[in-house]
């Protein structure tokens, strides 16, 4: 039971390439979400999915897309990375009312 | 106004003293909320989880929620060095859809 896993743990882009953050949980759970972590800014949602099929806007949607593939997997992408969006990553999911579990985070720096 | 509130700190106590952070929400509907501990170049992990008024006791943790007053506490007895880290609070919203996140209080324990 590997909880949610997210690759790459580390990325460096430049301004203006693409990327998909990946995301994979095995504990059945209904809801995942990404959040972004800058310092001082705490964790802001940036897309959720309540259930597979579904996906909703969080604080910060502006400059990313996702994908809910099927009940395991939730992607971001950037479609054109700038600097603004350098940040650590962070996936989540959880089931009903349950806390939510966290993977190791994504590191990325846009040059 | 933000949804969830924290004093970002930092909060320095001595070793073996009681730590206390603080925490508001403004959305009255919620009902459950959760403390996570973060540490530095890490994903938040969660120590303690609340959802009815009082208090409740986890080892050397005290969760406090107080709805009529929309404030949840978190107190650590007996503090030690391994407890410096960022505590951050967070309650689900949207219809228990959403977990959203204060921005996180850091503790220092201090020999």
């Known amino acids: 039971n590997a909880g949610v896993t997210q690759t790459p743990k580390f990325q460096v882009l430049k301004t203006g390439q693409s990327m998909t953050l990946q995301c994979a949980q095995d504990m059945n759970h209904n809801s995942m979400y990404w959040y972004r972590q800058d310092p001082g800014m705490g964790l802001r949602l940036i897309y959720y999915?309540?259930?597979?099929?579904?996906?909703d806007k969080g604080e910060v949607p502006n400059g990313y897309n996702v994908s809910r593939l099927n009940k395991r997997e939730f992607s971001l992408r950037l479609e054109s990375a700038a600097p603004s969006q350098t940040s650590v990553y962070f996936c989540a999911s959880h089931f009903s009312t349950e806390t939510q579990y966290f993977g190791p985070g994504t590191r990325l720096l846009v040059l | 106004q933000k949804e969830v509130e924290q004093n970002s700190g930092p909060l320095s106590v001595p070793e073996g003293a009681i730590a206390s952070l603080n925490c508001t929400y403004s959305d009255r509907v919620s009902q459950s909320f959760f403390w996570y501990r973060q540490y530095s170049g890490k994903s938040p992990e969660l120590i303690m989880s609340?959802?009815?008024?009082g208090d409740k006791e986890d080892g050397r943790f005290t969760a406090q929620l107080n709805k009529a007053s929309q404030y949840v506490s978190l107190l650590i007895r007996d503090s030690q060095p391994s407890d410096s880290a960022t505590y951050l609070c967070?309650?689900?919203?949207?219809?228990?859809?959403?977990?959203?996140f204060g921005t996180g209080t850091q503790l220092k324990v201090e020999l």
């Open positions: 967070a309650a689900l919203t949207g219809g228990g859809n959403k977990l959203t």
């Open positions: 999915s309540a259930s597979e099929g579904t996906t």
């Open positions: 609340i959802y009815s008024n």
